[in-house]
């Protein structure tokens, strides 16, 4: 089961941090990633990870501006976004697959997903 939280209003130019739980556990070859699906658009592939380390992606819209990072400890993942601007506004929904795949970027790929949360940004 996922648990995304940490969207919210915020004024171009902004930043925020958006966290996803991770409940009955994880092994080092999950991928989780971060989706997000404007009004009247499909959902879009943001950034994945490996849990295990060493696979990292980003859609191109995003490099530079977003990290996403885990805390094994915490079993969560984080979405880091900076330089935030209207064209990022969407809901965004966390996602697991039990294995790291070549498709990550495919939305159907996914196993597992978390309710979305709203991120707003505002010109």
């Known amino acids: 089961q996922l648990q995304a939280c940490g969207g919210g209003l915020v004024q171009a130019g902004g930043s925020l941090r958006l966290s996803c739980t991770i409940s009955?556990?994880?092994?080092?070859?999950?991928?989780l990633a971060w989706f997000r699906q404007a009004p009247g658009k499909e959902r879009a592939f943001v950034a994945a990870?490996?849990?295990?380390?060493?696979?990292?992606a980003y859609v191109d819209s995003v490099k530079g501006r977003f990290t996403i990072s885990r805390d094994n400890a915490k079993n969560t993942v984080y979405l880091q976004m900076n330089s935030l601007n209207p064209e990022d506004t969407s809901v965004y929904y966390c996602a697991a697959r039990i294995r790291w795949t070549v498709n990550y970027s495919s939305a159907s790929e996914y196993d597992y997903w978390g309710l979305g949360t709203q991120v707003t940004v505002s010109s």
């Open positions: 009955g556990g994880t092994s080092s070859d999950y991928a």
């Open positions: 990870l490996r849990w295990g380390g060493g696979r990292y």
